[in-house]
T-cell receptor, first 112, second 114 residues
Framework: GENVEQHPSTLSVQEGDSAVIKCTYS??????FPWYKQELGKRPQLIID?????GEKKDQRIAVTLNKTAKHFSLHITETQPEDSAVYFC???????????FGKGTTLSVSS | NAGVTQTPKFRILKIGQSMTLQCTQD?????MYWYRQDPGMGLKLIYY???????DKGEVPNGYNVSRSTTEDFPLRLELAAPSQTSVYFC?????????????FGEGSRLTVL
């Protein structure tokens, strides 16, 4: 089945720096790649997603890039702020396209 | 809309006991899921359902059972609780299939098995 690897597991940056989180997936048939943010003690929430027919998508300070040939996708956060501190999860659909398989998460800490 | 509602929020079980985690959604979503979250391990898919009467195993189904008799409800049953089932459980739903639909999560249920 689908396997999603996520790196790094922890990431510490200074306020204003950029942060990059990378994920790889195993199933070449996957074509939907969302990113979820989970603040401490809260539920995961979708922040951005990308489909395989595009290579990059931006939403204000966050962007996601996709390389289908290499089977990897990345989350980019620019001008980080303390409120960006959270756990970020990447995901890809399972082979049947009926459920999401998540990476292990990246704990991002932004210090001011 | 209340969204996805899970009960209970917290529960302590003894080894060998049974319990059901309840999940209900009021968004008329077809797809529902159960995930467990352990520190450093991300979200692991336990079971999912693409509609009433249909359920499928996810990545870690052993020790759990589910049913989907209505569109709204998707309970998760633990028959013989084990310490390895200590975790935070999240129920989620989506209107469309996961290739195009956002997952809406409940607030989570923290289960401790002693």
């Amino acid at each position: 089945g689908e396997n999603v690897e996520q790196h790094p597991s922890t990431l510490s940056v200074q306020e204003g720096d950029s942060a990059v989180i990378k994920c790889t997936y195993s199933d070449s048939a996957s074509n939907y790649f969302p990113w979820y943010k989970q603040e401490l003690g809260k539920r995961p929430q979708l922040i951005i997603d990308i489909r395989s027919n595009v290579g990059e998508k931006k939403d204000q300070r966050i962007a996601v890039t996709l390389n289908k040939t290499a089977k990897h996708f990345s989350l980019h956060i620019t001008e980080t702020q303390p409120e960006d501190s959270a756990v970020y999860f990447c995901a890809a659909a399972n082979q049947a396209g009926t459920a999401l398989i998540f990476g292990k998460g990246t704990t991002l800490s932004v210090s001011s | 809309n209340a969204g996805v509602t899970q009960t209970p929020k917290f529960r302590i079980l003894k080894i060998g006991q049974s319990m059901t985690l309840q999940c209900t959604q009021d968004m008329n979503h077809n797809y529902m899921y159960w995930y467990r979250q352990d520190p450093g391990m991300g979200l692991k898919l336990i079971y999912y359902s693409v509609g009433a009467g249909i359920t499928d195993k996810g990545e870690v189904p052993n020790g759990y059972n589910v049913s989907r008799s209505t569109t709204e409800d998707f309970p998760l049953r633990l028959e013989l609780a084990a310490p390895s089932q200590t975790s935070v459980y999240f129920c989620a739903s989506s209107y469309q299939d996961t290739m195009s639909g956002e997952l809406f999560f409940g607030e989570g249920s923290r289960l401790t098995v002693l």
